[in-house]
């Protein structure tokens, strides 16, 4: 007959007294750093069109390029391609990836993709359009050549077609963000100090009550 103790630790589904401990469920694997040898074979999985391998791959990548982006940035061209997938989390790593790589875009091969880029700022899909938005400040960031043709892109986005108006506005939202992150030469600017204004009035309180406190800064410069 089973103890007291025994039947409690089974109704509790512990293990009982004296009997082997049970086993945890592995968690996933850790993503780690690729070296520099590791980088072309982990992009190319990244193209791969279905598996659970090429996500992995993409994370991979992605840390890699936060690290070190100039370990990522020979595989440039491999990456950018990828914009064009169908898989929108691939897509997203993209440009998590490609704006990493600006700050060692010596080649100044984002040119060439920019437009591109910035297409899917505009929507339909609001998390493809917040990779694209907060990939584009950090762009902005390290590519100050480009910042005037990325900030007249992004003002764009009140005009933007989502899955829904809410979903505009947490774009806009998104916008706003990079718009303070960049700095008051950018708010400053007549059409950017436009939009600020403007979103005093947004439906959304987390996005009126950031424009107004981005305008209190404005007009206490």
Not at 23 to 49: F, Y
Not at 58 to 67: D, Y
Not at 102 to 126: M, Q, R, S, W
Request: proline share 6%.
């Amino acid at each position: 007959m089973a103890t007291t103790r025994t039947r409690q630790a089974k109704v509790r589904g512990a293990a009982p007294s004296g009997s082997a401990k049970a086993r945890k469920p592995a968690g996933k694997p850790s993503v780690r750093v690729l070296t520099r040898a590791q980088v072309p074979a982990a992009v190319k999985r990244m193209a791969a069109p279905s598996g659970a391998d090429r996500f992995a791959a993409g994370k991979a990548v992605m840390l890699t390029a936060e690290r070190d982006p100039a370990r990522v940035y020979p595989h440039f061209d491999g990456v950018a391609a990828l914009l064009a997938g169908e898989g929108k989390i691939v897509r997203w790593n993209a440009m998590q990836i490609l704006a990493a790589m600006a700050a060692v875009d010596e080649e100044h091969k984002l040119d060439g993709v920019l437009d591109a880029y910035l297409t899917f700022t505009c929507g339909p899909n609001l998390v493809t359009a917040a990779n694209a938005i907060q990939g584009a400040g950090r762009i902005a960031a390290a590519r100050p050549d480009l910042k005037d043709r990325i900030v007249s892109d992004l003002l764009g986005v009140e005009n933007a077609t989502y899955g829904t108006a809410e979903c505009r506005n947490v774009a806009i939202g998104q916008v706003l963000t990079v718009l303070a992150a960049l700095g008051p030469d950018v708010c400053c600017r007549p059409d950017v100090s436009d939009f600020v204004r403007r979103q005093q009035s947004n439906p959304r309180p987390a996005v009126a009550k950031q424009a107004k406190r981005m305008v209190a800064n404005l007009d206490g410069a």
